[in-house]
C-alpha cells in the first residue's frame, strides 16, 4: 500500500506526518494501537521497523510539500522530493557514467526532473535493502524507456509517480517476493 500526502506542513512536522500515514496504512491491517510511543527498533544502519509487528515492512519519506508512507509483503524503500535545480557535484558523486550521460545530454528544461527521477531511485533502493546512502550510489544504475524503469538491480522492483506536472517525485522500491504491492 502506498499513501501520498500532498500538503503543506511545516518543517518541524513533516516527520510526524509520515507517521501519520503510517497509522493510516496501518489501519488497513486492522492495527489501531500504533501510537507515537509504539517501540520502533532500528537494524544497524538505522532503518526502522516495528517492534511488535516485526512482519509489517514499512518505509516513510517527507519533504516540503509531500509526504509518503509505504507498506509491502517484502522489504521495502520508498523516497520522494520536490523537484528543484539539481547540484552537478551530486551527479559526479553518486551517479554512474551512462546517468551523468543522461543528464549532460538531456535537454536543460529536463534535466531537473530526470536528475531527481534517478536520485529517488537510488533512495528507494538503498532504503528497501536497509543500509542508507552508505551504499555506493554510483554501482547502482538506472534509466528508462518510456515509463519503463530499466535498473541494474535485478532482485527489486521499481516504481516512480511523477506528481502534479513534475513538481514531485515519488520512487518506490521493493524486493522482489511475488509482487509489488499486497
Known sequence: MLLISLKEVPKKEQ???AHNLL????????????????????????KPSLAEFPEIKYNLSHADGI?????????????CEGVRPYRPNV????????????????????????????W??????????????????????FSFDGDKIISSVKDHNFRQYILKDGKFI??????????LYE
Open 91 to 118: 551527479v559526479r558523486r553518486s551517479f554512474s557514467e551512462n546517468e551523468k550521460f543522461l543528464i549532460e545530454n538531456a535537454p536543460e528544461t529536463e534535466r531537473d526532473l530526470l536528475f531527481f527521477r534517478l
Open 170 to 179: 515519488v520512487s518506490v522500491c521493493t524486493k522482489n517476493k511475488g509482487g
Open 15 to 17: 516527520r510526524s506526518h
Open 23 to 46: 497509522r493510516e496504512c496501518l489501519r488497513t491491517r486492522h492495527i489501531e494501537y500504533v501510537t507515537d510511543q509504539t517501540p520502533i527498533i532500528r537494524n544497524e544502519h538505522g
Open 120 to 141: 529517488t531511485l537510488k533512495e528507494a533502493y538503498v532504503k528497501a535493502i536497509g543500509i542508507g546512502i552508505s551504499y555506493p550510489l554510483n554501482t547502482v544504475e
Open 67 to 79: 509526504a509518503v508512507c509505504l507498506i509491502a509483503d517484502s522489504e521495502c524503500g520508498v523516497d
